[in-house]
T-cell receptor, first 116, second 113 residues
């Protein structure tokens, strides 16, 4: 079955280190998204991509970067991890050619990141 | 004003009753609306989509949309303990398929036996 996976599921890192979170989907969806979820803030969009070599900043993009070299993967990189980036990170994808414009997003299982 | 607003709860409903979850949004041109369910420690799961004014029913779930009032709701009939979760309202802004989704902060629902 097609799916969306994230790795690692849990990560502890130190302040200042570079960290990369992986997201892989097998639905062949063009659209992919990265969110962070914090208590009291709900889901906030970090970066998103509408296809290979396309990337866009979301509302909380500072300190994060993404690249899209193929349809299946959108890795999220924290250039220099900060304690404020301790959060749960979710990757999602959607098919823009789907019914009703394909806005429906499907989420991966999440990565819990702790920056000490 | 937040773009998508929900009462954070917790909303406590007895088993077998109807749970009513509400959401308001600020962007008048929004066209697509979604309800996600999120169990504690899990990822959001899409349970309902609604695109036109009125009601849409799927099993025990009914989504209601009123674009004039910028209001969308989710009714859960015959509530079960397994319905205890946080429910996220989400709204797609703009018209194109490249639209992003804005999420509310969620309403925590607790079904008491």
């Amino acid at each position: 079955d097609a799916e969306i996976t994230q790795s690692p599921r849990h990560k502890i890192t130190e302040t200042g280190r570079q960290v990369t979170l992986a997201c892989h989907q097998t639905w062949n969806h063009n659209n992919m998204f990265w969110y962070r979820q914090d208590l009291g803030h709900g889901l906030r969009l970090i970066h998103y991509s509408y296809g290979v070599h396309d990337t866009n900043k979301g509302e909380v993009s500072d300190g994060y970067s993404v690249s899209r070299s193929n349809t299946e993967d959108l890795p999220l990189t924290l250039e220099s991890a900060a304690s404020s980036q301790t959060s749960v990170y979710f990757c999602a994808s959607s098919d823009p050619s789907g019914r009703n414009g394909g806005y429906e997003q499907y989420f991966g299982p999440g990565t819990r990141l702790t920056v000490t | 004003q937040k773009e998508v607003e929900q009462n954070s709860g917790p909303l406590s409903v007895p088993e077998g009753a109807i749970a009513s979850l509400n959401c308001t949004y600020s962007d008048r041109v929004s066209q697509s609306f979604f309800w996600y369910r999120q169990y504690s420690g899990k990822s959001p799961e899409l349970i309902m989509s609604i695109y036109s004014n009125g009601d849409k029913e799927d099993g025990r779930f009914t989504a209601q949309l009123n674009k004039a009032s910028q209001y969308v709701s989710l009714l859960i009939r015959d509530s079960q303990p397994s319905d205890s979760a946080t429910y996220l309202c989400a709204v797609a802004t703009g018209y194109s398929s490249a639209s992003k989704i804005i999420f509310g902060s969620g309403t925590r629902l607790s079904i008491r036996p």
